[in-house]
């Protein structure tokens, strides 16, 4: 049986968000918490069967990423994913770079809900994809080019780039190779050669490298040269 936590302190929603799960997946085990010592209480009762937190950042008695801080730091085997009505780009960003498998908007539509959950569930990670694509600058810089390219992406072939960026957006691999009309173990391939060329260890180092090199100006640059 599939356990899944919800940390949130407004009761409407952990009912809002309990009646989403059990309608689409069902059979799934729902715990609830309203703090983060409640939380952190549930967890180490059910340590070993719990699959999945879902955790607001605004707790009454944790402010922020410090609840997720304070839970990668006493189950470090815990995945936990973030969900909140705070989307700012960086935030997300740095929830990812302190251990959270995911982050999902409190916006996000019922289905595209259900689908992050599953992605979660299978091990991926999961990011919002209106909060992962840039904005248009106001005063675009010049494109990087093929000619000057930042050694790391320039490992990648144009596959390859094509897939972190659909990474970078929080697809899934299934996504992905629905996307590119591949197979999934191709997708799988073009990741695990991703992770050795970026020399990265995992899915989530490889995004956040992508979003400090800035891969979408990058490919824009390399295509037009």
């Keep these: ?82 969900l909140s009505a705070e989307q700012d780009r960086r935030t997300v960003l740095a929830a990812i770079e302190m251990g959270a498998v995911g982050y999902i908007p409190k916006s996000t539509p019922r289905d595209d809900l259900l689908a992050a959950l599953r992605q979660l569930l299978e091990g991926q990670l999961y990011l919002p994809p209106q909060v992962m694509r840039r904005p248009p600058p106001a005063h675009p810089a010049p494109a990087l080019t093929a000619t000057a390219p930042d050694p790391r992406l320039a490992r990648l ?12 957006r929080g697809a899934s691999n299934k996504g992905i190779a629905r996307e590119l009309d591949v197979a999934e173990t191709t997708v799988k391939t073009h990741v695990s050669a991703i992770l050795r060329k970026l020399g990265v260890a995992s899915r989530v180092q490889a995004v956040l490298l992508a979003s400090e090199l800035d891969l979408t100006r990058y490919r824009a640059g390399h295509r037009s040269g």
């Design 1 to 82: 049986m599939t356990t899944l936590m919800v940390a949130d302190d407004h009761p409407l929603f952990r009912d809002a968000i309990g009646a989403v799960i059990a309608a689409g997946l069902p059979g799934t085990r729902l715990l609830e918490a309203d703090s983060l010592a409640r939380a952190m209480q549930e967890a180490e009762r059910h340590e070993e069967a719990l699959d999945l937190l879902l955790l607001d950042l605004n707790l009454p008695d944790a402010e922020g990423l410090d609840g997720l801080s304070r839970l990668r730091e006493t189950y470090p085997e815990l995945p936990v994913a973030i």
């Design 157 to 168: 072939t144009d596959k390859q780039l094509e897939v972190l960026e659909l990474l970078s």
